[in-house]
C-alpha cells in the first residue's frame, strides 16, 4: 500500500476547492442528475454556495446541467480521463523499451503526446553520460512544427488544418533553423508522411538535433511519438532502424498490428536512405 507523505495535507488548503471536490463526489454517487436540494443537504453547504459552486463548475463543462436545478457530472471529466488513460498506458508500455533504447545508443530517448498545437514530454530515458543537459522536463511543452514528434503529428493533418495551425501560431521560431515559413513546413511533412519518421535540424534548440518515429495504438491511430536527442554533431543515423524497432515494440504492446500501408511502417518498406541529411 502506498504510503501518504505527511508533508502533503490531508484537504485543500483553499477552502473552495474542498467544497469542489465535495461536490463532484458526490455527483460521482449517483448516474442520474441530482437536483440542487439534495446536493445542498448532502454536503451541508448552503444552497446559494452549491448554486454558486455548481454554475462555475458548469461552465468549465466539468458539471453539466440537464434541466434547471439538476446536476451531473460533465463531459469535460470524460475528455481529461480518457486523456490521463492514453498516457498511462502509453508511457507504461513504452518504459522499458525506451531504457532498452537508451543503453544502446546512450542519449536520450523522448516520449511525446500532442495536446492542442504542442506536443508534451511524458516520459524520458537518459543519464548524464550523455553528454547533453535535458532542458525540457517530463511535463514540458513545445510547438509541433519544431519538434520532430510534433511534425508527426502535422504530417497526418489535411492541408486546410495545417493552414490554419501556421496561422494560428504564426509558426513563430527559436533559433536561426526553425521553421518559419509554411511552404517549407509543407515540404517537410510530406517527408514525414513518406517515410513515416521526423527530424529537429536544431530548430527548438541550437546544438540539439532530433529523430522521431511514431507509436500508434490498436486502432491504427498516432497515439505518440518516439525520439532520440543528441548533440547536432553526434546523431548517429545507425541510431534509426533502432528507433524505429522501438517504436514497433510499443505499437504492439498496445495492440497495433503492422502493415507496410501504414505511416508507422512505411520507412521500413522505402528504406531510410532518402531520409539522410
Known amino acids: 500500500m502506498k504510503k501518504i507523505d505527511p508533508s502533503i495535507p490531508v484537504k485543500p488548503s483553499v477552502q473552495v476547492l474542498e467544497r469542489m471536490f465535495t461536490l463532484i463526489d458526490v455527483l460521482a454517487s449517483r448516474e442520474e442528475a441530482i437536483s440542487l436540494k439534495e446536493i445542498s443537504e448532502k454536503t451541508g453547504l448552503h444552497p446559494s454556495t452549491t448554486h454558486r459552486i455548481l454554475n462555475d463548475l458548469t461552465i468549465g463543462r466539468f458539471v453539466d446541467r440537464p ?35 537508451h543503453k544502446l545508443i546512450q542519449q536520450p530517448v523522448n516520449l511525446s503526446m500532442r495536446q492542442g498545437d504542442e ?14 543537459q535535458v532542458v525540457r522536463a517530463i511535463g514540458g511543452r513545445a510547438p509541433l512544427h ?7 503529428f502535422l504530417a497526418l493533418d489535411d492541408p486546410q488544418r495545417v493552414r490554419a495551425y501556421a496561422t494560428r501560431t504564426g509558426l513563430s521560431g527559436q533559433t536561426r533553423n526553425s521553421i518559419t515559413q509554411l511552404p517549407v513546413l509543407e515540404r517537410e511533412l510530406a517527408k514525414a508522411r513518406q517515410y513515416g519518421i521526423a527530424r529537429d535540424n536544431e530548430e527548438l534548440e541550437l546544438g540539439v538535433r532530433c529523430m522521431a518515429a511514431g507509436v500508434y495504438d490498436d486502432q491504427g491511430k498516432l497515439v505518440a511519438g518516439l525520439s532520440i536527442s543528441a548533440p547536432a554533431d553526434r546523431l548517429d543515423e545507425g541510431w534509426l532502424p533502432k528507433l524505429q524497432a522501438t517504436a514497433s515494440e510499443i505499437s504492439t504492446a498496445l495492440g497495433y498490428a ?20
Open 119 to 132: 506536443i508534451v514530454y511524458v516520459e524520458r530515458a537518459y543519464s548524464e553520460r550523455s553528454g547533453m
Open 67 to 101: 434541466e434547471s436545478g439538476s446536476y451531473r457530472l460533465g463531459m469535460r471529466l470524460l475528455e481529461l480521463g480518457n486523456l490521463v488513460k492514453a498516457r498511462l498506458s502509453v508511457r507504461d508500455a513504452a518504459l522499458t523499451p525506451m531504457r532498452n533504447l
Open 146 to 152: 519544431l519538434t520532430s514528434t510534433g511534425k508527426l
Open 258 to 277: 503492422a502493415s507496410a500501408d501504414t505511416p508507422a511502417d512505411a520507412a521500413a518498406s522505402h528504406g531510410v536512405r532518402g531520409l539522410m541529411r
